[in-house]
């Protein structure tokens, strides 16, 4: 059966719950999006949910940021990406994706219940770090100058950490 999660933003005003088969906060995304918007260390973890099971109290205090996108040439579109966040504390929560209406990603510095720490990790969007960060790369984590080579999924049931 998948885990529940529940997170909150800082001010209490959202609070959340999702089911996930896959827990484990191992991806860190050196994006520019990322790295603005949900801070902590120069990067973001995302965790994937069933987008059907979330549960949402608060509502009203929730605003939707949808991130500029540049090319290589430097043309910008807005990105499908819906970032909700908290409106009163600013506390980022959740992406959710039009394209994937099935999934949800929440961030886990948002999640209070607690995480199993993942044996490894994989650092993403690495060309997009900030010049201070110096990423923590472990023996066994694995880095990507994009994105990675396996989805969430993949890399959950790969490794035996698939929870049904």
């Known amino acids: 059966m998948a885990e529940r999660l529940e997170g909150s933003c800082r001010c209490g005003a959202v609070r ?5 088969h896959t827990p484990y906060p191992y991806q860190l995304c050196y994006c520019s999006i990322c790295r603005k918007t949900a801070g902590g260390g120069g990067f973001a973890i995302n965790l994937m949910g069933d987008a059907a099971t979330l549960e949402v109290r608060g509502r009203d205090a929730l605003e939707i940021y949808r991130a500029e996108i540049a090319d290589g040439e430097g043309h910008c579109r807005t990105g499908s990406g819906e970032r909700n966040f908290c409106g009163r504390c600013a506390s980022a929560l959740w992406l959710f994706d039009p394209h994937w209406p099935e999934l949800v990603h929440p961030f886990a510095s ?8 993942p044996p490894s990790k994989v650092h993403l969007m690495l060309r997009f770090k ?13 880095m990507a100058q994009d994105y990675p080579k396996l989805s969430i999924e993949e890399w959950h049931r790969a490794r035996g950490l698939w929870i049904d």
């Open 110 to 117: 948002a999640i209070d219940t607690p995480l199993p720490k």
């Open 130 to 142: 900030a010049p201070w960060v110096v990423p923590e790369i472990g023996p066994d984590d694995e």
């Open 16 to 20: 959340f719950a999702v089911e996930s």
